[in-house]
Structure formats: C-alpha cells, structure tokens
C-alpha cells in the first residue's frame, strides 16, 4: 500500500510539474485530446497501462 500511495504521489507531482512549467503546452495537448477519437484514446491508454505494467513487473522481479 505504501508503494501505491508513492506511485500517486509521484504522479501528481510530475503532473503538477509539467502544470507548472508548460501551461501553454498543456493547454495544447488539452485541445488534442477532445479532437481525438475516443477509440484511439482508448488504444493510447491500453498501450500505456500495460508499458506501466510491465515497468512495475520488470522492477519487483529483481
């Protein structure tokens, strides 16, 4: 549970971050993102949830 709590944690911070530093970027991406189809954003977001996944299964392996 600690670990989850650090993972959150750690992204709201880079979140938070990149808020901070590129409004105007984010703002952008924002733009993007309602443009995207949701079958794409849905593609996108597997693609990454599995990479996370592997990420975090490759680390508590060693």
Do not use: D
Not at 2 to 11: D, P, R, T
Not at 25 to 41: G, P
């Amino acid at each position: 549970m600690k670990e989850f709590i650090f993972a959150i944690g750690l992204v709201l911070f880079v979140e938070g971050l990149l808020c901070a530093l590129f409004p105007s970027k984010i703002k952008n991406m924002s733009k993007l993102i309602v443009n995207t189809s949701s079958n794409n954003l849905r593609f996108m977001g597997s693609v990454f949830t599995i990479t996370g996944f592997i990420i975090i299964w490759y680390i508590y392996k060693q």
